[in-house]
């Protein structure tokens, strides 16, 4: 068998291509950015044509850095941004609209609508989630309603939809030329139209929405063979046979393969997921119930999840509008300028608060500001509101699940800052613990598909890969922490109620 699995993580800012050897190191890595479009305030979207040619060409940057063909690829994985919605003409292979990002809130108004009848939980019990922007079901129904000609099309059985694994999966088959429409039950489990209990597609939530179910891909396992790359790839006759949304993916890549692990990723957002092994456990404090993952024929496993929607894009805005550093990792300069946040408190609440809050009436703010508050407070705020926020959700859980979490697994691209991952242990007041590979999203969906092939033969073989790199252990007395995180519910307070209906 070949040496090498390939994973594409197809992320919200940018789209890589990892090559990995059967110790789940990285071996060689391809990556570009793609467009952030934002046409209006609240409206975030991706050209879905940018991403399908950037992850051809990532694909052969990854490859071409250490002169390996598809020979050596002993199987695809496909990792992925998820809810962002593409639909897009299968006689033509063309999106009919961009792809609606998961941070998109012009569906707000179609999540009034529906939520008239039942509340937001109105379809809690079958999806594990509440209707809220965030997810892809709005997307598609804003598509049909806004887009000129695709509900006919799409009744005519000549749309497709799919999160961006889908979009990649059915272009590296083939596209027009029979490319495979499929998803994965933890892509799936994100739409708002997957039951839990049967990971099919429920016909009564469908058509409340008014989709129709043609336009669906087919809910496949996370490691099983789905096709073939087609003759136009590099990794032509090479079998695709890994698919997991960027979470579930890093928490594979973490290894927390049981019930009772968790990891935490710091990427644009944060998110905890926290497994709950064959047990779908609906949360009373704010979290998602969503599929960890499902190994071919073998029982699934469900998960809790926080997901927070603004941490490290706030690091970006910093950068981007204010202009008060020029590279994401000088945040961590400025913000050891000072001792302290000198009072300062800044709550993200760019696209409402998820959770454990689910506000879509929020925004962001920044409190407790006096002449004394200068922009190294600024930076620690943000930093801070990253590490608060996360405590948050480990609230939620714990509260949930009936446990005290005794450390957090952490990866994704802020870890590498660690005055956060140091204030993230202290107002935790438990350890922060990251391992040597931080790519665990493309890690996770290089195990799958491994795992699929027979390149890995099992959890145990994939577990003893896992190597802890850093500890950070908390320092903080418990009045402090205590006292900080009073302030930090203070302060998210005073975000709340600020949207009014009549402004978008
Ligand atoms: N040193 C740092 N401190 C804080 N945030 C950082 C740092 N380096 C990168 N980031 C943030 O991490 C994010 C990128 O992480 P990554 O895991 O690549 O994200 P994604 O998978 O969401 O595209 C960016 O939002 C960036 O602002
Ligand atoms: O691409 P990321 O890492 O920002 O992850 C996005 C999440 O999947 C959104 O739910």
């Given at each position: 068998m070949a040496d090498y699995i390939l994973a594409i993580d197809q992320g919200t800012t940018s789209s890589r291509a990892i090559i990995f050897d059967k110790a789940g190191s990285i071996v060689s890595t391809g990556q570009l950015e793609h467009e952030q479009i934002f046409p209006k305030a609240g409206w975030v979207e991706h050209d879905a044509a940018e991403i399908w040619r950037n992850t051809g060409e990532v694909i052969g940057q990854a490859l071409g850095k250490v002169n390996l063909t598809r020979h050596d690829i002993a199987a695809v994985g496909i990792t992925n941004q998820r809810e962002t919605a593409v639909v897009w003409d299968k006689n033509t292979g063309e999106p009919v609209y961009n792809a609606i990002v998961w941070q998109d809130t012009r569906t707000q108004s179609i999540v009034d609508r529906l939520a008239a009848?039942?509340?937001?939980?109105?379809f809690k019990a079958k999806v594990g989630l509440p209707l809220a922007t965030y997810f892809s079901g709005t997307k598609i129904v804003w598509i049909l309603e806004n887009v000129e000609g695709a509900r006919e099309k799409a009744e005519a059985g000549d749309l497709l939809f799919g999160t961006t694994d889908s979009w990649v999966l059915w272009n590296l088959t083939g596209g027009v030329d029979g490319g495979v429409h499929a998803t994965d039950v933890t892509n799936a489990s994100r739409t708002m139209f997957m039951d839990l209990e049967t990971l099919q597609w429920d016909d009564e939530i469908l058509a409340a929405f008014g989709v129709p179910k043609s336009m669906l891909p087919e809910i496949r396992s996370s490691s099983e063979v789905y096709g073939i790359a087609n003759e136009h790839s590099l990794l032509r006759e090479t079998p695709i046979a890994g698919i997991l949304g960027d979470q579930q993916a890093a928490t594979f890549g973490q290894a927390a393969f049981e019930a009772g692990e968790a990891k935490n990723t710091y990427g644009t957002g944060n998110f905890l997921i926290f497994n709950t092994g064959e047990e779908i456990i609906h949360s009373k404090n704010g979290l998602l119930t969503t599929v960890g993952y499902k190994l071919g024929d073998q029982p699934v496993h469900y998960a809790l999840e926080g997901s927070i929607a603004v941490t490290g894009s706030l690091i970006q805005w910093l950068r981007d509008n204010l202009g008060l550093i020029s590279s994401a990792s000088e945040v961590e300069e400025l913000a050891k300028s000072v001792d302290d946040n000198g009072g300062a408190y800044f709550v993200p609440?760019?696209?409402?608060?998820?959770?454990?809050?689910?506000?879509?009436?929020a925004r962001g703010a920044l409190v407790g500001l006096t002449r004394y508050v200068n922009k190294g407070h600024i930076a620690r705020a943000a930093l801070e509101a990253i590490a608060f926020q996360t405590r948050d959700v480990v609230e939620a859980v714990n509260a949930d699940a009936g446990i005290d979490l005794t450390e957090l697994r952490v990866d994704g691209g802020a870890t590498s800052n660690d005055t956060l991952l140091q204030f993230q242990a202290d107002i935790l007041g438990v350890p922060v613990v990251r391992p040597v590979v931080a790519e665990t999203t493309a890690l996770g969906a290089a195990y799958a598909a491994g795992l699929a092939v027979g390149f890995w033969s099992g959890l145990d073989d994939l577990a003893k890969n896992w190597q802890e790199d850093k500890r950070w252990e908390p320092s903080m007395d418990e009045a402090e922490r205590e006292r900080l995180d009073r302030s930090w519910k203070k302060a998210v307070s005073k975000t709340l109620d600020w949207v009014d209906e009549d402004v978008a």
């Open positions: 009848d039942g509340g937001v939980e109105r609440a760019f696209s409402g608060l998820f959770a454990p809050y689910w506000r879509p009436d």
